[in-house]
């Protein structure tokens, strides 16, 4: 069974700073999809940004950005310029081909004025 | 641009009542799913929906769930008898073709169980 890891509950980072949120997962298939959602305290999921797993190059969604690194399972988001509205949880999340969601744990980010 | 919708916002129920809980998913989109989130933890799998049955349903998803698309738009979700347990966010989300992988998200209903 896939797992995903985000190991850092909180973070906090000032504002028009730059902050990087992390995540691993596990996996034996080698085709799947990557995202990171964004969770406010309105509790609605935003996409963020998305991988899919053939492509070399990071993806790349204005001020997001990710680290992916299939040998390693390592999958990144990099927030640059933080802003006030970046606060919120935000959720890594793995999709094999045609199949459901599987969500880490969460960061809680905190931007500060 | 088109959205998943689920109504109501927030209900909240007595322990042993039933609930639906419904979702709009977006018009051309072939596969539905529902997903959970307990407070303060992640969001989880229950069930996904494809060609009006059941594809995949995790261990949480167990006889006092049932899913439904009773028409052409509307996909549900009802909690037979509810337990404390059970109150949580359910997110609701759609998906267009074989071929697509995206998900699209609703805005959630926040179900209560008092």
């Known amino acids: 069974a896939q797992t995903v890891t985000q190991s850092q509950p909180e973070m906090s980072v000032q504002e028009a700073e730059t902050v990087t949120l992390s995540c691993t997962y596990d996996t034996s298939e080698n085709n799947y999809y990557l995202f990171w959602y964004k969770q406010p305290p309105s509790r609605q999921m935003i996409l963020v940004i998305r991988q899919e797993a053939y492509k070399q190059q990071n993806a790349t969604e204005n001020r997001f950005s990710v680290n992916f690194q299939k040998a390693a399972k390592s999958f990144s988001l990099k927030i640059s310029d933080s802003q006030l509205g970046d606060t919120a949880m935000y959720f890594c999340?793995?999709?094999?081909?045609?199949?459901?969601?599987?969500f880490g744990p969460g960061t809680r980010l905190s931007v500060l004025p | 641009e088109p959205e998943v919708t689920q109504t109501p916002s927030h209900q909240v129920t007595q322990m042993g009542q039933e609930v639906i809980l419904r979702c709009v998913p977006i018009?051309?989109?072939?596969?539905f799913y529902w997903y959970r989130q307990i407070l303060g933890q992640k969001v989880e799998f229950l069930v996904s929906?494809?060609?009006?049955?059941?594809?995949?349903k995790s261990e949480i998803f167990d006889d006092q769930f049932s899913v439904e698309r009773p028409d052409g738009s509307n996909f549900t979700l009802k909690i037979r008898s509810t337990k404390l347990e059970d109150s949580a966010m359910y997110f609701c989300a759609s998906r267009a073709a074989p071929g697509a992988y995206e998900q699209y998200f609703g805005p959630g209903t926040r179900l209560t169980v008092t």
């Open positions: 018009s051309n989109h072939l596969y």
């Open positions: 929906f494809y060609n009006n049955e059941i594809s995949e």
């Open positions: 999340a793995f999709m094999n081909y045609g199949q459901n969601f599987v």
